[in-house]
């Protein structure tokens, strides 16, 4: 474990097992139809990879890099869009792949958004969900883990940058 770790709360197995189960459940909705799967960078890179390789749904890729600017808390806190999908999502199903649901907020512009992009239909999926930090009434279709308001690194997730690399999902010391 590393040092700055206090304690893992999601195992590498645990997160394997919870995604081979999320894998299912987005196959058997998706059957027949052929989804762009948005990885929401950076933080979703990790549980994207891992998702991709255990659908078996038809997907195509892409990616969007996005910022929140403005006091977040209020609804006058507007999305900054980094980096732009290269597909154009109209008449597609889309299904936003995150690493963690906080205020909601990301999640609430991205999909109104996509929706004004004229996507057929907009679905979520994240690996975790910090549900009682929720501001805008914004729920995943498909959420592998609920976790406590606790820092978490790991697994793509970040402090300042840092501990992406980790293979779990770790609490900071
Ligand atoms: C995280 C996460 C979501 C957002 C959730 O991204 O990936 O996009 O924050 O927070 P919210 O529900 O309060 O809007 P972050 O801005 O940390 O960027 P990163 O993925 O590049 O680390």
Redesign the pocket.
């Known amino acids: 474990m590393h040092e700055t770790v206090e304690k893992i709360l999601l195992s590498e197995e645990q997160i394997e097992e919870a995604v081979e189960k999320i894998a299912r459940r987005i196959d058997s909705d998706y059957t027949g139809k052929e989804p762009i799967a948005i990885c929401?960078?950076?933080?979703?890179v990790m549980f994207f990879s891992d998702l991709m390789r255990r659908l078996q749904t038809p997907m195509q890729f892409d990616f969007m890099?996005?910022?929140?600017y403005g006091n977040?808390s209020e609804s006058s806190g507007t999305l900054k869009v980094m980096t732009d999908l290269r597909t154009d999502v109209k008449g597609r199903d889309v299904l936003i792949v995150?690493?963690?649901?906080?205020?909601?907020?990301?999640?609430?512009?991205?999909k109104e958004l996509l929706g004004k992009r004229g996507a057929a239909s907009v679905k979520v999926v994240t690996l975790l969900d910090?549900w009682e930090?929720?501001?805008?009434p914004?729920i995943p279709e498909y959420c592998c883990f609920q976790i406590p308001d606790e820092f978490v690194v790991g697994y793509?997730?970040?402090y300042a940058?840092k501990f992406?690399q980790l293979p779990y999902i770790g609490i900071l010391r």
């Open positions: 929401v960078l950076k933080g979703s890099a996005v910022s929140s977040s995150e690493d963690i649901i906080d205020s909601g907020f990301t999640l609430m512009k991205l910090k930090r929720r501001e805008y914004v793509g997730l970040d940058e992406r």
